[in-house]
């Protein structure tokens, strides 16, 4: 069987702490430590913000990655057109110095 998703692990754990909560007089009497339901609900409460958190840097990540991809192009693009400029204008010999390898 496949791996658990986040989403169902954060699921399963509400429910075991609703259900633990509901039951909890008989599972105290059964050995369970006072604070598991504090435990558990605490885990999930963190758990959630840390997810909300997550997702507002993967939406943020997205735009700056679009945002990079743009600029990058827009920088090609001054590149070649600055490029064949410079071999109008300057010789061979001259090519190097912008950086240019002499191909014809």
Same mark, same amino acid.
Request: proline fraction near 1%; hydrophobic fraction near 45%; aromatic fraction near 4%.
């Given at each position: 069987?496949g791996?658990?998703?986040?989403?169902?692990? $954060?699921?399963?754990?509400?429910?075991?702490a609703? =259900?633990?909560?509901?039951?909890?007089e008989?599972? @105290? &009497?059964?050995? +369970?430590?006072?604070?598991?339901v504090e435990?558990?609900e605490?885990?999930?409460?963190?758990?959630?913000?840390l997810?909300?958190?997550?997702?507002? $840097?993967?939406?943020?990540?997205?735009?700056?990655t =679009?945002?990079?991809?743009?600029?990058s192009?827009d @920088? &090609?693009?001054? +590149?070649?057109?600055?490029?064949?400029?410079?071999?109008?204008?300057?010789?061979?010999?001259?090519?190097?110095?912008?950086?240019?390898?002499?191909k014809?």
């Amino acid at each position: 069987m496949g791996r658990v998703t986040f989403a169902q692990s $954060l699921t399963d754990a509400r429910l075991m702490a609703d =259900a633990v909560k509901a039951n909890e007089e008989k599972l @105290l &009497a059964n050995g +369970m430590p006072k604070d598991t339901v504090e435990v558990l609900e605490s885990a999930i409460a963190d758990l959630s913000k840390l997810d909300t958190e997550q997702e507002k $840097l993967k939406a943020e990540l997205k735009a700056k990655t =679009a945002s990079l991809e743009a600029r990058s192009a827009d @920088l &090609a693009q001054v +590149m070649t057109a600055t490029r064949q400029r410079v071999k109008i204008v300057f010789d061979k010999e001259q090519w190097k110095e912008f950086g240019i390898q002499a191909k014809r």
